[in-house]
């Protein structure tokens, strides 16, 4: 199988899989794979304290139900516009639901199917989007290094992503079904698309040990 067919499949296995839990749970953080409410926004509250987004137009790559947009406004951060890619049509149709058209505008969108999408946005964010373990289907570290080069080119000024830290917190146990990234590697490679790069690895655990990387055009 070439490499176009994998990531064929992995796109239809994941929205497979946040679809059966839509059906499971409907309008829950849980559907998309976070612990709870409070996790999540911690996740978010990181990402208002590493970049700003007021004013800019927002690409959130991997959406869900737009839930960044709403803990934006909440917290006094009024992007300018903003835009939400998910693969997975219910979560979509979702956030389509629960946000004003006039802000906000949410498709149907396989960043690896997209090569032809450049400087779609200021700031780009990619939130546990490279935290599932692919197994035999697809190596992850390959993966993870075409995702960044290709969400790279959708942004005229920043991309912020997280991942789970190969630097495990003693205190929760290691899990097979996630991926965990060595920051070194993801910074040496990170360095290749752009000498403007931070790398922030200093924060409590939530509740596993994480780290977050931004890219400056």
Known sequence: ??????????????????????REMGYNVRTLGWGSTEQQELRFDRVLNTVNLNGRHILDIGCGFGDLLTFCLKNNTTPSKYTGWDINPDLIEEAEKRHAKEIAKFSVVNLTDSKEHSNVADVGIMLGLLNFNLGESFKNIDYTKMMLTDAFECVSEALVVDFLSTNLDPEYPKEDFVFYHNPAEILEFALTLTPNVKLIHDYPAIPQKEFILVLHK
């Open 1 to 22: 199988m070439n490499n176009k067919s994998k990531l064929e499949t992995i796109a239809k296995q994941t929205c497979s899989r946040y679809s059966q839990r839509y």
